[in-house]
């Protein structure tokens, strides 16, 4: 009987745990233990400044993560609170060191985590910090890191800031795409009307892609980061 494993899905931002791999959670959580970290609070920048954000609506978002991650199976959520969409006003060796704490906490042996050529700066400097943090060290249990896409923020770079989105890996969520839409529901002011990419039919069709591509009815698509065997 194979051993549970330990993997840690690493976000910038909450719903991007659940826009990026919610179902491929759903589908390792039935056997591995999977814990969530989220590195920014998600929503300050929609405010004129980060001090007139509601206190009140920071806390709403926190609970829908742990909330969502309840739907997926995930044994827990942490958070980071940097700053939204700010990620480059903070010094990345902050951003780094929180990384290396959930490191050393959850031991994974597979991290999930944004891919680096995302329009959304705080998409690519969590890919680079997540790399640094997981380097291959003696000591270090990461062996695989895949990267994932995010809807609106990984399509609308358009391949103009670097290396676009190639997945070489996907996994078959048929059975679990329904517990990543009912994850993502209770984000509902995250989450837009068709056609836009963060809506739900999208994201179900966007799913529907990825299946045809690899001959299945439902798949999420990864980027094989690194791999140590």
Request: hydrophobic fraction near 40%; charged fraction near 25%; include cysteine.
């Amino acid at each position: 009987m194979r051993c549970a494993i330990n993997i840690l899905v690493i976000a910038a931002h909450p719903d991007d745990e659940m826009l990026g791999c919610g179902a491929t959670i759903a589908k390792l959580s039935k056997s591995n233990n999977v814990h969530i970290g989220i590195l920014g609070e998600g929503i300050t920048s929609r405010y004129p400044s980060a001090e007139e954000a509601s206190i009140d609506d920071l806390e709403a978002l926190r609970s829908q993560a742990k909330e969502a991650a309840k739907i997926v199976g995930a044994s827990g959520v942490d958070f980071a609170g940097f700053p939204d969409n700010r990620f480059d006003s903070v010094d990345l060796l902050e951003i780094i060191k929180v990384i290396e704490i959930w490191i050393e906490k959850y031991k994974p042996a597979i991290i999930y985590t944004h891919h680096g050529g995302d329009l959304n700066i705080d998409h690519d400097l969590t890919f680079r910090s997540v790399l640094t943090a997981a380097r291959p060290t003696l000591e270090s249990t990461v062996k695989d890191i895949y990267s994932f896409e995010i809807p609106s923020a990984t399509d609308w770079s358009f391949n103009a800031l670097k290396q676009s989105f190639r997945p070489n890996v996907f996994v078959d969520v048929t059975d679990t795409i329904e517990n990543k839409i009912s994850a993502l529901k209770i984000y509902k002011d995250e989450m837009r009307d068709f056609p836009h990419p963060r809506s739900l039919k999208s994201v179900e069709i966007n799913a529907q892609k990825w299946g045809s591509v690899s001959n299945i009815n439902f798949a999420e698509a990864f980027e094989l980061v690194r791999s140590i065997r």
